[in-house]
């Protein structure tokens, strides 16, 4: 490993560890969008872009961008970027790590007074997570056009309004479409981000690339039989929702182990009424969430699986309902961009592992427009969103020089 990637990797955790005292609770970091807290981000964050060699700005939603021209002024640039906002009682390095290796990655070519064909800008998005107005990915649908009007009136927990945090942020609700990027001034979107898993550190890997972010589908289910009294029922006759929700759910984890393609499946909640002890329980509510990095075998395996309950149901003399509440597509990252990408851990590490993204990121926003690739950071036990959140400096100076390795590439041509 290179001396300079072992600095900027110095560098960036002690960034990410200036950032993370940027929170409003003292001993647990939250920063959330359009706090004091989140504006005081976006200035040092734009201090350590200014002093990369870049023109800076916070555009019309709240985030903080910064561009290094390119040879010629005005030519298409190569985005990269992450988010600076956090759950609550966050660990520091979701979100944040993106941008600050991006930072590295200008700042080694500002310093060598490097140009490339293309533009390289940073985005700190606003807002991916969504913690303070339930409202994911609103920094990047800011650059891609796709707020709906009705943002702007959806309410913190203290009655706040979108529009009214803006405000008093010095921003300007009826300026939301200013942020709006056109198609042909970015060329391509990469993002960095810790893989908030246990996949990369199971192959004593510190990189690896995004082969698609998971959709998703999310549905309340219900299996409803007949209460009765525990000790006068006959086994043989019983109609007992509980039974059946738990055949379905051994189902559940059995089938989606059997299909393999990096599905998942979770029954996350569970409510048995009437919960007595002593009576047989004759409705079962239960959650199913199922994610896949493509989107045919995804709803293949939600079919086979709402078919099992069907099945099981109508054995057992029960009947089985299903209301999906929520569909997220799965992202595809561009084949191209995966190649790149693998090219340059393979530069850096000897190998590369491809895996999916079960966790939702900015780059499923910003596909809707732009070509986009992910480039995972092994984080310690996998763990995410948590305090305990961690990476190795040695694996972030990795990440610096394979990130800077596919950046020149891609932004050179």
Known sequence: MSQPARQQAERVMARADELAAISETPDALTRVYLSPQHLQANQRVAQWMEEAGMMVWQDSVGNVCGRYEGEQEGAPAVLLGSHLDTVRNAGRYDGMLGVLTAIEVVQSLHQQGQRLAKAIEIVGFCDEEGTRFGITLLGSRGLTGTWPAHWLAQTDASGVSVAQAMVLAGLDPARVAQATRRTEEIAAYLELHIEQGPCLEQAGLALGVVEAINGARRLNCRFTGEAGHAGTVPMTQRKDALAAAAEWMVAVESTTRERGGNLVATVGTLCCLPGAVNVIPGEVMLSLDIRGP????????????????????????????????????????????????????????????????????????????????????????????????????????????????????????
């Open 294 to 413: 493509q989107d045919a075998p995804l709803d293949a395996l939600l079919d086979g699986l709402l078919a099992q309950a069907q099945a099981i149901s109508a054995r057992r003399g029960l009947t089985f309902s299903a209301e999906e509440f929520y569909r997220i597509a799965a992202t595809p990252c561009d084949t191209r961009l995966q190649s790149l990408l693998t090219d340059a851990v393979h530069q850096a590490q000897g190998a590369s592992l491809s895996l999916p993204s079960g966790a939702g990121h900015d780059a499923i926003a910003m596909a809707e427009r732009w070509p986009v690739g992910m480039l995972f950071v092994r984080c310690k036990g996998g763990i995410s969103h948590h305090p305990a959140e961690s990476v190795e400096a040695d694996d972030v100076a990795q990440a610096i020089t394979a990130f800077s390795y596919a950046v020149t590439a891609l932004a050179s041509a």
